[in-house]
Every structure is written in structure tokens, then in C-alpha cells.
């Protein structure tokens, strides 16, 4: 026999009121109760799961999901239509990506991130190809606090002289003179822990697969050569003070970089004035 559970949708839950005047947390028992909704096991309107066979407590939970699973799709493409413009001609989609992209799209819950897919809708009308369907599977799986790490990841990355591809700078190394070939290299690091990244959140944007896990590094760099830093409308010219300094850094996989173009971000000032204090100690900065 199955227990029916209790409908609380029209039920306000009573919490007491904290000094702060911030609600209560709902207790643990009360979130569980409420997946019943989700699997069918809730009573609504004239549903009573007590009464339905299992084969009728299915066909109600597979209504509810195609329902929810609409309702995903039709937020999406509204944010879709906003982000369309009117004055630029539009193309077909090819209908692969189109049918993959519906599917996975659907299973979009939460609201930041139906705003990322409808933007990505918007860009395949009017400038098809920019997003592969690997990279729609990568975002399907990508939680929103995995969005908001990677936001703050690229709040601290850098354009180096005229490459396209973003890299997450994260300090420097000195050569150690004519014997660096059999010495350590001495290293000078940023810390991006002190601007809310720490290396845990390095390790979920790898596992997440937009991040590459090694860390990697620049040849020796010339000193006659500057080099330029571009973050958002800032732009940085470095000089190395001598010929024996490389800088070393993060790179975003071919799906971060279509990731990039989604995530609204704004580029950390204080990253960058910590970034022109670490920096200065080697390089002339202008």
C-alpha cells in the first residue's frame, strides 16, 4: 500500500521568524516529503496515489516530467527570442544540432542556466556554428555553481598579444641564469585563492572539462619583447627585465573557449592590481 503524501502547494509552511527577520531553513524531512510531488507519490486535485495502481502512479509522474520538460523548453525559447535580433538575417538550423540541442535542453531546471542555453539558441539563428554539440553536452552537465567558478575564472583570465584563447595567468618563473637547464626554476605566484579560487575550484572546472589539467608555460621570454595583457578594456604592457623569465598559466579546452562566449563576467580589479604588484618585481609594467 502506497502513503499518500500530503500537498503542500497550497499550504504555506510555517517557519519562525529569526531577530535578522530571515525565514527558517525547511527541515531535511520536509524537502524529502515534498520529492514526492516529482514522483508521483503527492496527492493533487482529484489524483490520489493511494488509490492509483503503479502503472498509474507512472503514466502521472511521466505527465508531470514531459510538463515540467515543456515548460523548460518554452523559458528557453523566449530568452531565445529576446536575445534575436531583427535587422540581421536569420538561417536554418542543421537539424542534428537542433534535435540534440531540444533534448538536452529540456532537462534545463534552473534559471541562470536557461538563460546560457537560450543565448546559445539565439547565436546558432544568426551565426550558426559557434557551439558543437560536444559542448552542449559538457553544459548540460555543468552545474550552476560550476557556471559561477568558471565566471570567476574568467573574471582573472587574460588575452596574451593577439591570441584569441583566454588563459588563466597564475604567475611567473626566473630561469635561474645559464644553469637553468639543471636547476629548478624559481617560481612567483599569483594566489588566486585570495580572489574566491581556490585550487579545489581549478580541479572542478578540469573535471568539469574546461580547463586543461596541466599547468603550462610560456618559452623564455625576450626582454626587448613586450608582452601585452588585455582583461575586458583593460589592457597591460609587461617588459621582462631579463631573458630568462617565463610565465606560466592555465589554458581553456576548445569547449571552454565556446563556453566563454555565454558567461557574462567582469574582469577582478583587485586580481589585477595584485597581478601588476607580483609582476612588477620582474617586469616593467606600463
Do not use: C
Not at 499518500?4 to 510555517?14: G, L
Not at 534575436?84 to 540541442?101: E, K, N, R, Y
Not at 575564472?153 to 635561474?176: D, Q, T, Y
Not at 588566486?192 to 596541466?214: C, D, K, M, W
Amino acid at each position: 500500500m502506497v502513503e499518500t503524501i500530503k500537498d503542500t502547494r497550497n499550504h504555506s509552511v510555517k517557519t519562525s521568524n529569526s531577530d535578522n527577520g530571515k525565514s527558517a531553513d525547511v527541515s531535511a524531512r520536509k524537502k524529502a516529503l515534498l520529492l514526492g510531488r516529482m514522483l508521483g507519490l503527492s496527492s493533487e486535485d482529484d489524483y490520489r496515489p493511494s488509490s492509483a495502481s503503479i502503472a498509474e502512479r507512472s503514466s502521472f509522474r511521466a505527465q508531470k516530467l514531459a510538463s515540467q520538460y515543456q515548460s523548460n523548453l518554452e523559458t528557453i525559447y523566449k530568452i531565445a527570442i529576446s536575445q534575436t535580433p531583427s535587422d540581421v538575417t536569420g538561417v536554418d538550423l542543421d537539424p542534428d544540432w537542433a534535435h540534440q540541442f531540444f533534448q538536452l535542453a529540456e532537462q534545463i531546471h534552473n534559471r541562470k542556466m536557461q538563460e546560457l542555453w537560450g543565448r546559445i539558441l539565439a547565436s546558432e539563428i544568426t551565426s550558426p556554428g559557434n557551439f558543437s554539440l560536444r559542448t552542449l553536452t559538457t553544459l548540460k552537465q555543468l552545474t550552476h555553481k560550476e557556471a559561477q567558478i568558471l565566471e570567476k575564472a574568467l573574471g582573472m583570465s587574460v588575452l596574451v598579444n593577439n591570441e584569441s584563447r583566454l588563459k588563466l595567468v597564475i604567475g611567473f618563473k626566473h630561469a635561474s641564469g645559464l644553469g637553468h637547464f639543471f636547476k629548478k626554476p624559481t617560481q612567483t605566484n599569483i594566489g588566486l585563492s585570495q580572489f574566491g579560487l581556490p585550487y579545489s575550484n581549478i580541479l572542478t572546472l578540469v573535471e568539469a572539462g574546461v580547463l586543461h589539467r596541466s599547468e603550462l608555460e610560456t618559452g623564455l621570454l625576450s626582454s626587448k619583447t613586450p608582452i601585452s595583457f588585455a582583461l575586458s578594456g583593460i589592457k597591460l604592457k609587461l617588459t621582462p627585465k631579463s631573458g630568462q623569465l617565463f610565465f606560466s598559466y592555465y589554458r581553456f579546452t576548445p569547449i571552454g573557449d565556446e563556453l566563454t562566449q555565454l558567461i557574462r563576467y567582469k574582469t577582478d580589479v583587485n586580481y589585477i592590481k595584485v597581478l601588476k604588484e607580483v609582476f612588477a618585481q620582474d617586469f616593467r609594467i606600463d
